[in-house]
Each structure stands twice: as C-alpha cells, then as structure tokens.
C-alpha cells in the first residue's frame, strides 16, 4: 500500500468524522425536540389531561352537549373565540345566535374522488350503514372522465337521498382542494334551494372506513368548536407488514401523542384530510376570506393542512379529539394505507411537498412561541431527510474504514471525546424513541407489532429520504410554473371488504 493509498484513506476517515459531527450535533438538537414533547405528553398524562376517556354517545341527548377534558383539556386553539380578517359575521357571533350549539343540524360529508371505482362503494355503503342519521348529506365529488366510479358510487347509495354525486365541470384529475371546493358550490346550491344551512362539514377520503361513534362525537365536540379532527388509525396488512404496516406506528405516535401536546399548548390543530370537520360559519368565512366560494386551496397539495392553521389563524378555535367507544376501541377512521414502496414515497411527497415547502411560503411563520414551534415540527422534513441520508452515508464510510483496519491496510484514529459524547447521547436517545414508538404502537396494535414498528424504523427512513427528494424536485418545478396535480394514490382495498377490521 504506497503513499497516495495512505491519503485517500486518511481523506476517507476526515469525511467520515465531519459527517458523523454534522449529523450526530443535529440528530442531538431533533432527539431534544422530540425529548420535549415526549416529557410534555408525560405530564399531561400524569394529570390526567392526556387520559383517552370513554365517550357515551346518549349522555346529553343524541348529538348535545360539549366534549370537554377529553385528556387535551378544552383547548381552543389560538383564536379569541371569533374569526377575524376583515370578514363579517364572525363564528362566536353565529355560534351565539343558533350556530353548532343549536341543534344537531346537517352534517354535509364531502368525499373528493378520481379513479377509485375499488373502494368508493365499500366506503359510501359502510357509511350509510354506520350513521344512520337522516340529517346527514354525502357528497361524492367526481370528474366527468371516471365514469367508472362514478358509476361504482351510483351503486352503492342505491335511492338513498342522502348520497349526491357530484361531477366536476373540469376533466380530472385536478387537485383534491379543487374536487372540495367543487363539493363546496354543490352544498351552497343545495342550501340556497332548500333555505336551510348545514352545521357542519365532514371530510372524508374514498378508502375510509368511518366510525360508528364518529359523527356523534363531532357533533358533540363542535357544540364548543370551529374544528375538530379525530385520530387516523391505519390497519396492519399481513401482506405488507413492512411497507403498507409502517404508518401504523407514525400515526399511532402521531395522534396518541403530538398532537395531543399541541392541542394542550393552544396551537393550531392541522386537519389530516380524513375525520375531521369544520363549522359551517367558519368554512363560509375562509371563503369570504379568499375572495369568492373556494375555501379550500387549490394550488396546495395540502389543503387540509392549511384550512387547519388558517381557521386558527382568524381566530377559530380548533380541537383534537381523542375518545374510546364503550367496547374499547378507539374511535377514529380507519384505512388500509399504500402497501407498495412506490405509492408510499408519492404519498409521502404530497405530504412534504404541502406542508415542509408550500406550507414555509404561503403559511409563514406566524403565530405564539407554541405555534411557531409546531410549525417548524411539521417542517423539518426535508431536513430530516438529509440527514438520514448522511448518516446511512457515515454508516457506509465507516464499513469500509473498519474492512480496511481488520485487513491491515490502515489504522482508524479515535474519535475525539466530544464526538464521543453526542454518539452515546444519540444512542440514548434512539433507544427512548424506540421505547415510546413500541409503547404507542402496542397500545392501539398489540405486542407483536410494536415489536415490528421498532424494526421497521430504517424502512421508514428510507421512504421519508426518498419522499424528501421527490418533494424538492417538484417543488423545484412548481417554482418553474408548473401546476400541482392530484397525484393519489391507488387503492384496491377497503376495511368494510374485509374481515381485518382493527378495534
């Protein structure tokens, strides 16, 4: 081994060092982040705020009444209790003069769709089923090029008048956000025709599975909101324990955890998209607030992210609501999440390109300490992405260092005591993530896939490093001019199919 070996080893261990130092001083400052919330949640739960109640759908009546101390405290968001901007009315002033608490009231559930002819009928007849409720209107937002589920929707609701299909004058797909508000004109129609105004707006995709309890729990809960959002459950699929699997642990930490953290520090609570719901006044103020009768936008790939922090911004108050039925189970929709590498990364680069990159250009950065903070969480994705990938960068580095010493070609020097430090302090803190990922996990799922939520860690962070990647491309185009797309994902399996339904 002459000379220029000796160099292009000692160049190899000073890349490997600096990396491991950049990587191993910012895993340290996000393993911090994390550490707080972790220890935030644990005092809520030593007080009792963060204890999952049971919900008794006939106390107070069917639909009455507020949910309060729901282990989340009656937080309201950031608001003042009335929605600002410049727009008249106001939702505290609504809601004192009739407004949610008056009654139950229509409760108009909007399901965008394209090319989900599979699972659309699974989802509207399973729905039907489960809210029985006669002051309840669906609408099922579909393009004029998928007759397919438009037909497959025309099936399921049969002559029941409480499903409207609605086709889009546009030819699809355009974005999920121009499929809502399309839904939005349809109810403003329906309302102008029939002189009564629904209480509320229900969000809903193709493949959900909604909950029985669910819709009485929102009509309860938005007595004393403007938003409310229930947790997301996705479903284990044996035949994808890896990919299709993996969102049961980020969802079951997600929200049996963060975002009951900032619902009690009085953040804004952004929507998931699905089991979630918006007062009528304050969807009618957002609109007014943009200029016309869209309130969703649709230029984002997250609208549903936005329409959360926007109505908190105006002052809504927004709420994360987190109950078990009388049975044990969690109330909260469930869906079988994409089960393929592909359609997880376009999934997760819809995420990271709406909330990490659209969400730091149109959202901004405002709001209280609390609120910041949330935010710069919800963005730190690409970020993370980056250094995953250094890190998995090191790893590779570090093999090929250590073949080389055990083959005596070279000699590794030690790492300096400092860089020591932050490895063990990272080792530590990985072993507590590892900790609360298996808790949270085993919670909802069980032993066993609490055990496999901890192995499927690296898979995770591969997709989140392929998804950041994809975003910033795209985002890099959208910066060029072009125009973002509803790029779904493609689902062929349902909840209500199945005999796998989860409690």
């Known amino acids: 081994m002459g000379?220029?070996?000796?160099?292009?080893?000692?160049?190899?261990?000073?890349?490997?060092?600096?990396?491991?130092?950049?990587?191993?001083?910012?895993?340290?400052?996000?393993?911090?982040?994390?550490?707080a919330v972790d220890l935030a949640w644990i005092w809520l739960r030593l007080s009792g705020r963060a204890r999952?109640?049971?919900?008794?759908?006939?106390?107070?009546?069917?639909?009455?009444?507020?949910?309060?101390?729901?282990?989340?405290?009656?937080?309201?968001?950031?608001?003042?209790?009335?929605?600002?901007?410049?727009?008249?009315?106001?939702?505290?002033?609504?809601r004192q003069a009739g407004g949610n608490a008056a009654g139950p009231g229509t409760a108009a559930v909007f399901v965008p769709v394209w090319r989900e002819e599979a699972v659309i009928g699974a989802t509207i007849g399973h729905m039907l089923r489960a809210w029985p409720d006669r002051a309840l209107r669906i609408y099922v937002g579909c393009y004029a090029n998928d007759p397919a589920t438009?037909?497959?929707?025309?099936?399921?609701?049969g002559n029941d008048g409480r499903v409207r299909i609605v086709v889009h004058e546009a030819l699809g797909p355009t974005t999920k956000a121009d499929c809502l508000n399309r839904l939005y004109r349809a109810l403003e129609d329906d309302e102008r025709r029939s002189g009564a105004r629904a209480a509320m707006v229900v969000l809903h995709d193709a493949e959900d599975m909604a909950d029985p309890d669910a819709l009485q729990l929102i009509r309860r809960a938005m007595a004393s909101a403007d938003l409310v959002q229930l947790p997301v459950l996705p479903l284990p699929q044996p035949r994808s324990r890896w990919v299709g699997s993996h969102y049961c642990e980020e969802f079951a930490e997600a929200h049996g955890k963060a975002l009951v953290v900032r619902d009690a520090l009085k953040a804004a609570i952004p929507l998931a998209g699905v089991g979630c719901a918006i007062g009528r006044e304050a969807l009618a103020s957002l609109a007014a607030l943009?200029?016309?009768?869209?309130?969703?936008?649709?230029?984002?790939l997250t609208e549903d992210y936005e329409i959360g922090l926007g109505i908190a911004a105006m002052g809504g108050r927004t709420r994360f609501v987190r109950r078990r039925a009388r049975d044990g189970r969690l109330i909260a929709t469930r869906a079988y999440f994409p089960s393929h590498l592909g359609p997880a990364v376009r999934q997760k680069t819809r995420w990271v390109f709406g909330i990490a990159f659209q969400g730091w250009e149109r959202l901004g950065w405002k709001g209280s300490a609390a609120e910041?903070?949330?935010?710069?969480?919800d963005r730190r994705g690409p970020f993370n992405a980056l250094i995953l990938a250094i890190a998995y960068l090191v790893l590779l580095l570090f093999a090929v260092g250590l073949a080389a010493e055990l083959a005596g070609l070279a000699r590794r020097p030690a790492l300096s005591p400092p860089l020591v430090a932050i490895v063990w302090a990272n080792f530590a803190f990985l072993f507590w993530r590892c900790a609360f990922r298996f808790a949270f996990t085993a919670r909802e799922y069980g032993l066993r896939?609490?055990?496999?939520?901890?192995?499927?860690?690296?898979?995770?962070?591969?997709?989140?490093?392929?998804?950041?990647?994809?975003?910033?491309?795209?985002?890099?185009?959208?910066?060029?001019?072009?125009t973002p797309r509803w790029d779904k994902t493609e689902h062929r399996l349902h909840p209500a199919m199945t005999r796998t339904e989860t409690a």
Not at 19 to 35: K, N, P, Q, R, S
Not at 453 to 465: E, F, K, W
């Open 3 to 35: 000379p220029a070996d000796f160099a292009l080893f000692d160049w190899l261990v000073l890349l490997e060092r600096e990396l491991l130092l950049f990587a191993g001083v910012f895993f340290l400052i996000g393993a911090l982040d994390e550490f």
């Open 52 to 94: 999952t109640r049971v919900f008794d759908p006939g106390a107070n009546g069917a639909g009455g009444g507020a949910v309060d101390g729901d282990g989340i405290g009656t937080s309201m968001g950031t608001g003042t209790g009335d929605i600002r901007g410049g727009v008249g009315g106001g939702v505290a002033v609504a």
């Open 150 to 157: 438009i037909a497959a929707a025309a099936r399921a609701a």
């Open 290 to 300: 943009r200029g016309g009768n869209a309130p969703f936008a649709a230029e984002s």
């Open 372 to 377: 910041v903070w949330m935010r710069l969480r």
């Open 449 to 482: 896939e609490g055990g496999r939520a901890v192995l499927r860690l690296p898979l995770a962070n591969i997709v989140a490093i392929m998804a950041a990647r994809r975003a910033l491309f795209a985002y890099v185009r959208s910066l060029g001019g072009e």
